[in-house]
Nanobody, 125 residues
Framework: QVQLAESGGGLVQAGDSLTVSCTAS????????MAWFRQAPGKEREFVAI???????AYGDSVKGRFTMTRNNVQKTVYLQMNNLKPDDTGVYYC???????????????????WGQGTQVTVSS
């Protein structure tokens, strides 16, 4: 079993930067891919970014060039650095872990076995 705990959310203004983090625990944690999703009120959960154990990555179209996902395998922690934040970035940000090295259909929530409780990010205009 893997437990994921997000932290670092908050209230920021448009144009600001913010970094959220997710730490994994549990004996089952290995080299699986990890990802970030977000969910705004009344909307479906949206893919944000994914990073493999060795550094391969992909980003959602709406965050490319503004968000960067990094990973520290020793500390079992992933980070999402968010720059030039916009009000549309508002939502609950969830960390997810897969049991495979990479996820071909990384935008689908069904391909991740473990989820955190989420951290709220609010961007005011």
């Amino acid at each position: 079993q893997v437990q994921l705990a997000e932290s670092g959310g908050g209230l920021v203004q448009a144009g600001d930067s913010l970094t959220v983090s997710c730490t994994a625990s549990g004996q089952s944690f290995g080299s699986g891919a990890m990802a970030w999703f977000r969910q705004a009120p009344g909307k479906e959960r949206e893919f944000v970014a994914i990073r493999s154990w060795s550094g391969g990555s992909a980003y959602g179209d709406s965050v490319k060039g503004r968000f960067t996902m990094t990973r520290n395998n020793v500390q079992k922690t992933v980070y999402l650095q968010m720059n030039n934040l916009k009000p549309d970035d508002t939502g609950v940000y969830y960390c997810a872990a897969a049991t495979t090295y990479w996820v071909a259909e990384y935008g689908s929530t069904k391909n991740y076995a473990y989820w955190g409780q989420g951290t709220q990010v609010t961007v005011s205009s």
